[in-house]
């Protein structure tokens, strides 16, 4: 059997002559320490990271159990699993054969991001071919998702690409079309895949880094730190990279990978995406026994150009000086000048007590790449008046002057990244770093916090517990003070321990700069961007209106008592008088309405990625409906009410409506309240269950996979209602019509989409008790049970008399609060 110019053995008898063959060309202390490793395996295989390891990688402090290998004289590939400490990842390597196994330097090649257990890991390729990383409990971490898909065998080829093939020999699934942060020779780069890198500043922000193709673009490497996303390179000559059928692509082949050409040459090489942006290729040196690595965006756009390449607030200098620090910041770390500088006074977001220290002659990389000015025509007072005007959103403001007149163009940045010098003036351009003018910053009050018995206790104060808790019962609330500790999920090591903060009103007010950022509003209030003294961003809900007493109580009762990763996090509260403030974790890239609905490449969300996010929310929704002491509905599950942290985890937010019930009532009569389009029929009855959250989040499934609002009138009047043009297509086996068509990635993986949508119609049904409960749907999400007769397309189509959401008027709008929180 020959595919694609690299042999699959035939039959189990030939299999063990031909390894014996290719171990008897290799050297000798290699083929001692590779002596376990296939290079292919049939359905189904089996695979655990079982001591002893094969070798240890040192410089990673972990160790590796090869499951599969290429090995030649020349690049050779491990695959398996890496092990340290705190459990196993399953990885992909490039490597160059030594004599010295201990000293061998492996790549990254792919890898599977999440990690298990070392005593509960497993890889298994399963009957039905599908390829899956397993945890605690036979839980699915990952999966390729091709069960059904006639798979027979796994190979790793000679050019280093994991794949899964059928009888007919045609690949199925295939690790170069998941690249990390390397492409190999033979390998293609094209619209809807990309490079990824990410790197963790000494102010422990993120920062990502992606460089991939576009089309009518060519090649565009990006920056992604907290809300800020700026280009620092775009391909000059977009024509190199043109495929046969007019996509813009880059095969990595014959010495030339898109607009970059190299010497040829036979030696082991590939391209890597570093954590500091930049873009190497690296060539095996024989004589040396290590790597190469020559910058292939170096000459283009020149070393002061990357985002970071000085830090945070640091100016590079162009003519050969180094890094330097402007006034009132230092350098963070004197030999290590990339890590920047920081401000010598501690920052504060109260506009009061901000002033700017001035650098000028410089320049930014990203004012050469198409980044818009926030103001045009202004004049640089003007621009430092608006950067104190939005707090902690606006670390520092460039302004670009004209020179011929007294005006010119703003640009408020979020995040702090390097300058460069402009010695020559040629750009007329100042930076105007926001510091602190003053030391007396307000300090909220301490957190007090008790442990008993595995539970944790929340001390609110007394009076106001006291207070709370009368008002509470006059609504029919139970606010609990107690969590079980089997509730909170704290794996993570960074998460916070469950804390509740009081603050004042005017804490609140200098953090928040007197309320001067709104990041949304809705029916209950408003949401403003602050931050604590130590830097943390928060969002804070300010309830508008006597009225709103309900609503805070049922938000502090039901938040304020529970915590899960799925959860947006409450950090504290403000009762003062008329005030009342809820202090939420800041999630810095908004609400997921902003990524689903918008036709933008810069806004693209991959299939992968839109999957983990709907498992998210179900987990959310299984913890709330079944994992904790009172049963919790929601009542509102909408895409503006799920928020998306820095790593694309989603939360779910806005718990004003919520209703708690104890757990053996079956269910709740209430007044219908939630938002038009996401609520179940049974409203009509005013009697409901938690089912109602798993109805509203079949709708938001769907508006997920199809990219679009369910009701939008901007469409034709036949496509205006999503389930109504779901359900013809449905009828009419057109359902890969309806995945969502902006994104290359989603149309790539179609065929899994089409599969969720249905799961998504099982929970739509009209009849609440043959929807799923949620851990079931997570447990189907995850993997790890098939739900047979899935797919039921019998519930109601939308109606001027039956949906809400036929009337746009209708008052059934609690919260929009939309925008990162």
């Not at 299999?15 to 050297?27: M, N």
């Not at 401000?343 to 410089?362: L, P």
């Not at 009532?665 to 269950?689: D, F, K, N």
Request: neutral net charge; aromatic residues 10%.
């Amino acid at each position: 059997m020959v595919l694609l110019g690299w042999i699959i053995p035939s039959s189990s008898a030939t299999f063990p002559s031909l390894l014996l063959l290719l171990f008897l060309l290799l050297p000798p202390l290699t083929i001692a320490n590779f002596t376990n490793g296939p290079s292919s395996v049939s359905v189904p295989t089996v695979w655990t990271p079982s001591k002893p390891y094969d070798f240890n990688i040192t410089h990673l402090n972990a160790s590796f159990k090869v499951v599969l290998s290429r090995l030649t004289s020349g690049p050779s590939f491990l695959c398996g699993f890496m092990c340290d400490g705190s459990g196993c990842y399953f990885r992909l390597f490039i490597f160059q054969p030594t004599q010295d196994i201990q000293n061998i330097r492996p790549w990254t090649v792919w890898w599977i991001r999440s990690k298990s257990k070392i005593d509960t890991a497993e890889m298994r390729l399963t009957q039905e071919g599908d390829l899956v990383f397993l945890g605690a409990n036979g839980k699915k971490i990952w999966s390729t998702n091709t069960s059904g898909k006639s798979i027979v065998g796994l190979n790793l080829t000679e050019v280093g690409n994991l794949v899964l093939y059928d009888k007919k020999d045609t690949i199925i699934w295939q690790s170069f079309d998941h690249p990390a942060n390397i492409i190999l020779p033979g390998q293609e780069l094209r619209p809807g895949t990309k490079l990824k890198a990410t790197s963790r500043g000494p102010d422990r922000t993120v920062r990502f880094y992606k460089f991939t193709p576009k089309d009518h673009v060519g090649f565009v490497a990006s920056v992604r730190a907290a809300s800020s996303l700026l280009i620092y390179y775009k391909t000059t000559n977009a024509s190199k990279m043109k495929s046969d059928n007019g996509q813009v692509a880059a095969l990595y082949k014959n010495g030339t990978f898109g607009e970059f050409e190299f010497y040829p040459t036979s030696l082991p090489q590939f391209i890597s995406l570093g954590p500091d942006g930049h873009l190497k290729r690296y060539v095996y040196v024989e004589d040396s026994n290590d790597w190469s690595a020559t910058d292939l965006l170096g000459n283009k756009i020149g070393n002061c150009n990357y985002p970071l390449v000085c830090g945070s607030f640091g100016i590079c200098s162009h003519a050969g000086y180094g890094c330097g620090c402007p006034n009132e910041t230092k350098q963070i770390e004197a030999r290590a000048p990339s890590f920047g500088c920081s401000r010598i006074s501690s920052f504060s977001c109260d506009s009061q007590i901000n002033t700017f220290v001035e650098v000028e002659n410089i320049t930014f990389f990203a004012l050469w790449n198409s980044v818009r000015a926030n103001i045009s025509n202004t004049t640089a007072e003007s621009c430092k008046a608006e950067c104190l005007r939005k707090g902690c959103s606006c670390t520092m403001a460039l302004f670009s002057n004209q020179p011929i007149f007294s005006v010119g163009d703003c640009y408020l940045l979020s995040e702090p990244f390097s300058l460069m010098d402009d010695v020559i003036g040629e750009y007329s351009t100042s930076a105007f770093i926001k510091v602190n003018s003053s030391t007396n910053t307000l300090m909220p009050p301490s957190i007090v916090r008790t442990k008993r018995g595995g539970r944790t206790e929340l001390i609110l104060g007394t009076a106001f517990g006291a207070v709370l808790i009368f008002l509470a019962s006059l609504f029919g609330i139970f606010i609990s003070s107690k969590v079980r500790r089997n509730n909170v999920e704290d794996n993570d090591p960074d998460l916070p321990r469950l804390q509740i903060t009081r603050f004042s009103y005017e804490d609140l007010k200098a953090m928040t700069g007197d309320f001067t950022i709104k990041l949304g509003e809705g029916g209950f209030g408003s949401v403003f961007l602050g931050a604590l003294p130590n830097g943390i961003r928060i969002a804070v809900k300010r309830l508008d209106g006597s009225g709103q007493i309900k609503s805070f109580l049922a938000e502090a009762g039901t938040i304020g008592t529970i915590h899960h990763v799925n959860l947006v996090r409450l950090l504290g509260f403000c009762v003062e008088k008329s005030h009342r403030l809820l202090v939420y974790e800041y999630m810095c890239n908004g609400s997921l309405d902003k990524w689903i609905f918008r036709n933008d490449q810069e806004f693209d969300v991959c299939w992968q990625m839109r999957r983990k996010i709907i498992l998210d929310i179900a987990k959310g929704l299984a913890y709330l409906h079944e994992e904790c002491h009172q049963k919790i509905i929601h009542l509102d599950i909408k895409p503006q009410n799920i928020l998306l942290d820095e790593h694309f985890n989603a939360k779910l937010a806005d718990f004003g409506l919520s209703k708690l019930i104890d757990k053996e009532q079956s269910h709740v009569m209430t007044i219908m309240r939630g938002t038009p389009g996401y609520l179940a029929p049974e409203w009509l009855s005013s009697i409901i269950t938690e089912k109602v959250d798993v109805y509203s989040f079949g709708i938001v499934m769907l508006e997920i996979l199809c990219g679009r609002k369910n009701v939008d009138r901007s469409l034709p009047s036949d496509k205006a209602h999503l389930l109504t043009l779901f359900k013809c297509k449905a009828e009419e086996e057109q359902l890969l019509e309806m995945v969502d068509k902006s994104s290359g990635d989603m149309q790539l993986h179609g065929q899994e989409a089409v599969k969720m949508m249905k799961v998504a119609t099982w929970c739509l049904q009209d009849d609440s008790r043959k929807r799923p409960p949620m851990s079931q749907l997570v447990k189907f999400l995850e993997g790890s049970i098939d739900i047979e007769d899935a797919w039921r397309c019998n519930f109601s189509l939308p109606s001027g008399r039956r949906d809400p959401s036929a009337d746009n008027a209708t008052r059934l709008l609690p919260s929009q609060l939309s925008g990162p929180r």
